[in-house]
């Protein structure tokens, strides 16, 4: 069983940074996989990026590319979202999620959510 809660949300200029965390509890964190999906107003749930179990392997939707960072820090049981150069397209409720099956887009639901951020950015 794992819980997640996420944190860092909040208003930010475009190009600007954000860093989101997920507090994760459960003592099997360490070997689940674990991403971050969004859902805009009006638009369905979005994967945004995931990562392994051990931190080895990510993955990310085109659109974040070269711009978010996933990451994730066993000993802390937490997981990372690094969001620079943001856009107001990137304004959203960011959803932190994990599963016991590894997972790299949108095609496979996670078995585990937390409550939800928001992230909003002005242009």
């Known amino acids: 069983q794992v819980q997640l809660v996420e944190s860092g949300g909040g208003l930010v200029q475009a190009g600007g940074s954000l860093r989101l965390s997920c507090a994760a509890s459960?003592?099997?964190?360490?070997?689940?996989?674990m991403g971050w999906f969004r859902q805009a107003p009006g638009k369905e749930r979005e994967f945004v990026a995931a990562?392994?179990?051990?931190?080895?392997?990510?993955a990310y939707v085109d659109s974040v590319k070269g711009r978010f960072t996933i990451s994730r820090d066993i000993a802390k049981n937490t997981l990372y979202l690094q969001m620079n150069s943001l856009k107001p397209e990137d304004t959203a409720v960011y959803f932190c999620?994990?599963?016991?099956?590894?997972?790299?887009?949108?095609?496979?639901?996670?078995?585990?959510w937390g409550q939800g951020t928001q992230v909003t950015v002005s242009s």
């Open positions: 459960g003592r099997a964190f360490s070997s689940y996989g």
């Open positions: 990562i392994s179990w051990s931190g080895g392997t990510t």
């Open positions: 999620a994990a599963d016991r099956n590894p997972f790299y887009n949108g095609s496979y639901v996670p078995g585990y």
